[in-house]
C-alpha cells in the first residue's frame, strides 16, 4: 500500500505539479480594491464642521475632524475658529448658535463648500444586575475507579454592560443649501461579567469610558465609509492550469505584488497561447490552459484597478472554461462588474 501511495505521489509531482497544488486548488493573492463610497464628495474642496448636539466634550466632533484629516484626500478642514471668523464677518452668528434649519441664507456662506451637522440622539451606557444559573462538566471516579463525567451548576450573579451610540449626520452644500447626504448611524456593544470561576465570562467588564471609545471608533469608521471611498482586502484563488514556466513565473509576481510584470509575461504569453488554440463556437474547442492565462491576467489588470480590462478577460475565460465551469472564472467577472456598477453610480452622483 505504500509502495503504491510513493508512486501516484511521484506521478503526481512529474505531470501535475506539487501534491498541494493537485488536491489543493492554484494558489491565493490578497488584492487591496478601493470601493466607492456611498455618497459623492469628490466636489467638496472646503469642509467645516458645525458643533454636534448633545456631543458631550465635542468627543464625536474631534473623531469627525480626524477621519476628515485622515482619510479625506483633497479635502480641507476649516477649524471652528476659521469658521467663526467666516461667520462673524457675514454676521451669521457663532458656529454654536448655527443650525441647517435657523439660517436665512445658507448660500451667504462664503469660503466653505459644505458643512457638517451632527446630533446624538441616543449616547447611554447601562448596566444590567440579575442573577443566572452557571453550568459545568466535573470529571470524577465511581466505586469501580471509572472516570466518568457529571453536570453540575451553580447560581451567580451577571452584569451586563450595554452601549448605544445613535449618530444623524447632514451634509450640506453651501452654494445652495443641497443635502449632500444624510443618515443615522447606530453602533451597540454588549459585554457580560458573570461572578462565578467555571462561567467562562468572569472577566472584569470594560470600563464606560472604554466602551464609549469604542462606541465613537465604530461610529467612526461607518461615517468615513459613508462619506470617503475606501480600501477593502480580498483573498482571490489564481488559476494554476495553464501549467508552463511562463505562467508560474506570473502567478510568482502576483503573490510578490509585482502586478505590472505579471501583466507583462501573461500578455507576452497569452499571444503564443491564442496562436496555438483554434476555438470554435460550434464545436466548443474548449482549452482549460489557456482559460487559466486568461483568468490570471485578469487577476493582473484587476490588481491595477484596470476594470474594464479585467471583466473581458474573465469573460473570455469564462467562454473557454472545460464543461466543467470554474467557479473563480465566473467569481472573477461577477466581481468586477458589480465594482464597475458601483463605480458608475458613485460618479454619476458627483455630476
Given at each position: ?47 467645516a464642521?458645525?458643533?454636534?448636539k ?103 450573579r451577571?452584569t ?21 447626504g ?60 495553464c ?28 499571444e ?80
Amino acid at each position: 500500500m505504500t509502495t503504491k501511495l510513493t508512486a501516484l505521489l511521484a506521478m503526481l509531482i512529474i505531470f501535475g505539479g506539487t501534491s498541494t497544488y493537485a488536491f489543493f486548488g492554484g494558489p491565493k493573492i490578497k488584492l487591496d480594491v478601493l470601493m466607492p463610497s456611498e455618497i459623492n464628495l469628490s466636489s467638496i474642496n472646503r469642509v467645516a464642521i458645525l458643533p454636534i448636539k448633545f456631543d458631550q466634550n465635542d468627543r464625536i466632533f474631534n473623531k469627525i475632524a480626524s477621519t476628515i484629516h485622515a482619510v479625506g484626500e483633497g479635502m480641507t478642514l476649516i477649524e471652528r475658529e476659521q469658521l467663526d471668523r467666516i461667520l462673524q464677518e457675514q454676521n451669521l452668528g457663532a458656529s454654536e448658535l448655527v443650525d441647517f434649519e435657523t439660517i436665512p441664507d445658507i448660500g451667504a456662506i462664503q469660503g466653505v463648500d459644505a458643512l457638517i451637522y451632527g446630533t446624538a440622539t441616543v449616547f447611554s451606557i447601562e448596566d444590567q444586575s440579575y442573577k443566572t444559573t452557571v453550568k459545568w462538566q466535573e470529571s470524577y471516579k465511581d466505586q469501580e475507579g471509572k472516570k466518568k463525567k457529571r453536570e453540575k451548576k451553580d447560581e451567580a450573579r451577571a452584569t451586563k454592560r450595554e452601549g448605544q451610540l445613535n449618530l444623524t449626520v447632514k451634509i450640506v452644500r453651501v452654494s445652495t443649501g443641497a443635502i449632500l447626504g444624510q443618515k443615522e448611524f447606530v453602533a451597540t456593544v454588549s459585554q457580560t461579567h458573570i461572578d462565578h470561576e467555571k462561567s467562562g465570562k468572569n472577566k472584569a467588564l470594560p470600563s464606560k469610558q472604554t466602551i464609549s471609545e469604542h462606541l465613537i471608533s465604530t461610529m467612526m469608521a461607518d461615517l468615513s465609509k459613508y462619506m470617503f471611498p475606501f480600501r477593502v482586502h480580498r483573498e482571490i484563488e489564481l488559476d494554476k492550469k495553464c501549467g508552463t514556466d511562463e505562467c508560474k513565473e506570473a502567478m510568482e509576481m502576483l503573490k510578490m505584488e509585482m502586478y505590472d510584470m505579471a501583466d507583462e509575461i501573461l500578455t507576452d504569453f497569452l499571444e503564443v497561447a491564442r496562436s496555438r488554440t483554434k476555438i470554435r463556437k460550434k464545436k466548443k474547442n474548449k482549452d482549460e490552459g489557456l482559460a487559466a492565462i486568461l483568468y490570471n491576467l485578469g487577476v493582473a489588470k484587476e490588481a491595477q484597478n484596470d476594470r474594464v480590462a479585467a471583466k473581458e478577460l474573465y469573460k473570455e475565460a469564462i467562454k473557454v472554461t472545460l464543461k466543467k465551469k470554474n467557479k473563480n472564472h465566473k467569481k472573477g467577472y461577477d466581481r468586477v462588474r458589480n465594482h464597475i456598477e458601483q463605480w458608475e453610480v458613485y460618479n454619476k452622483m458627483g455630476q
